[in-house]
């Protein structure tokens, strides 16, 4: 796509029904409705569970950034066969379950940056929307009763399988479907299912029960978004048969379109799996942060392309952290040579386009940045590209570092020399923040009272050692240093010392 100077930011995105990408254009002008499937609140939130809020959060940021009023809404399945099998191994009840679990999920959503979700509705607070649905589908022939359950007739809906892009039997032949006497066809699915004794129910018109899980999100969504919804999200595993199902019967209901763009992220893999609870290799969030910095893991989600599969590993892990480590090296050196905070320097909350255009800066270091932000906004632009939005931010690193070593800004803190730095590394932030990336200090160069000043006298004390070539004294004290992750860097200005 072009990114010309004087031109509104043309965003497109790739949606799963059209299988193409199209140019983004809301329903409605100025404001965008996305809708993300959240999680069903069995057990603690593991990293996969946060591909899609970390993904959507920054999709969020970019839309915001380009001047869209967004309403994000992510549900939480409260009620659900694992939840109730879940309850009864713990002797416990499902509330009590779902509570615990999702307050789990809300704590690493709050650590991994993603503070753009507008509301969190549970299914078991929409029971009277549900119930609506449900007599409406049968009222219109798309659904029927039977035995307690009610089940929707896929054979009712003529296109059924187009966010697939395949038809029921071939869908039937590559699924788990649930088998049951009590279905028109084996590829009908549950909207309501009859209590068995010591489940959690509802009354209903079909006896007591509870909502199945596709016709949740259809209630939530159409409740706080409306139709159509601009976009509805999720991972790649729910294409079939939940967005499938959840497509058939809200158009059902509808009789009109129900989403204009779907979007599906890639799935975290742990070697050739897809990282789940099924296949016993989930690395659980709340553990994950007592090893890693929340910053990297945000980071190491948005790596790659959103359709693109996630690999995790604990030395991908620390190989992000290493990189993030050279940025904080480049916030504390920037604060040394400005005498400005990285992290509070002002950046717009919206931009247009044609104030970016690097060819209205003067040749240097801020055209340099200027045309590598560019970049990254066109990354964004083109389908929420991250991956290739990262590596701009890397360039942009690169080129502020080689400008602060060419002119040997530390040393001399030639004005003429700073204010391009300034307001190159103003752009770098709000390029990071678009990320969720550098929102706050985490690495401080110095600590505070007793600690400072042990650490001032060690680093006289090796000063005074390799002043006097007493150099076996000055590496003794920098490998005591390192064996407790404090690291010593010599600079033109003197020692700096930080903990990793």
Not at 277 to 306: C, D, F, P, Q, T
Request: charged share 25%.
């Amino acid at each position: 796509m072009a990114f010309e100077a004087g031109s509104d930011l043309a965003i497109s995105v790739y949606n799963t029904l059209t299988r193409r990408k199209e140019p983004f254009v809301p329903v409605h002008p100025g404001r965008v409705g996305m809708y993300v499937c959240g999680p069903t609140v069995y057990k603690p939130s593991h990293v996969g569970h946060m591909v899609g809020p970390v993904i959507f959060d920054t999709v969020k940021r970019f839309l915001s950034w380009a001047g869209y009023q967004v309403k994000f809404v992510v549900n939480i399945t409260d009620i659900d066969d694992k939840l109730i099998v879940e309850a009864a191994k713990q002797n416990s009840t499902v509330p009590i379950v779902a509570e615990r679990v999702t307050a789990d999920y809300m704590g690493c959503l709050k650590a991994l940056g993603v503070r753009g979700i507008d509301l969190f509705p549970k299914a078991t607070d929409h029971i009277p929307e549900i119930l609506s649905m449900i007599e409406s589908l049968i009222a219109k022939g798309h659904a029927y009763p039977s035995a307690g359950d009610v089940y929707f007739d896929v054979a009712s809906d003529g296109d059924y399988g187009k966010l697939c892009n395949r038809d029921p039997e071939q869908m039937e032949a590559g699924a788990r479907i649930e088998i049951s006497d009590r279905k028109k066809n084996p590829g009908d699915f549950a909207l309501w299912k009859g209590a068995k004794p010591g489940e959690p129910s509802w009354p209903s018109p079909w006896g007591p029960g509870r909502p199945g899980w596709h016709i949740e999100c259809s209630a939530m969504s159409l409740k706080w978004l409306g139709a159509p919804i601009d976009i509805h999200g999720g991972g790649l595993d729910l294409q079939f048969p939940h967005h499938e199902n959840e497509l058939a019967q809200s158009e059902s209901y509808l009789g009109h379109a129900f989403t204009k763009y779907w979007m599906h992220n890639g799935l975290m893999k742990t070697g050739d799996k897809k990282m789940s609870k099924s296949e016993g290799n989930e690395v659980v969030v709340s553990l994950l942060l007592k090893r890693h910095k929340s910053e990297a893991i945000r980071y190491l989600l948005l790596s790659s392309h959103y359709r693109s599969p996630i690999e995790f590993s604990e030395a991908r892990l620390e190989e992000v952290g290493r990189t993030l480590e050279g940025f904080h090296r480049f916030f504390e050196l920037f604060a040394r040579i400005s005498g400005k905070s990285f992290f509070y320097l002002e950046t717009p909350k919206h931009r247009e386009a044609k104030r970016l255009d690097p060819a209205l800066a003067p040749e240097g270091l801020l055209r340099d940045i200027m045309t590598l932000s560019a970049r990254l906004f066109e990354s964004l632009a083109d389908d929420f590209n991250t991956g290739g939005a990262i590596g701009a931010l890397h360039e942009m690193l690169t080129r502020l570092n080689r400008f602060v070593a060419e002119t040997r800004l530390e040393e001399n803190r030639d004005q003429a020399s700073l204010e391009p730095l300034i307001a190159g590394a103003t752009l770098l932030r709000e390029c990071g923040l678009l990320l969720g990336l550098f929102e706050e200090e985490t690495v401080k160069e110095s600590g505070t009272g007793l600690t400072d000043g042990l650490m001032k006298l060690l680093i006289e004390l090796r000063a005074e050692s390799r002043k006097t070539k007493n150099f076996a004294m000055a590496d003794q004290i920098r490998k005591g240093l390192t064996d407790l992750n404090i690291t010593l860097e010599d600079r033109p200005g003197g020692t700096i010392w930080r903990q990793s």
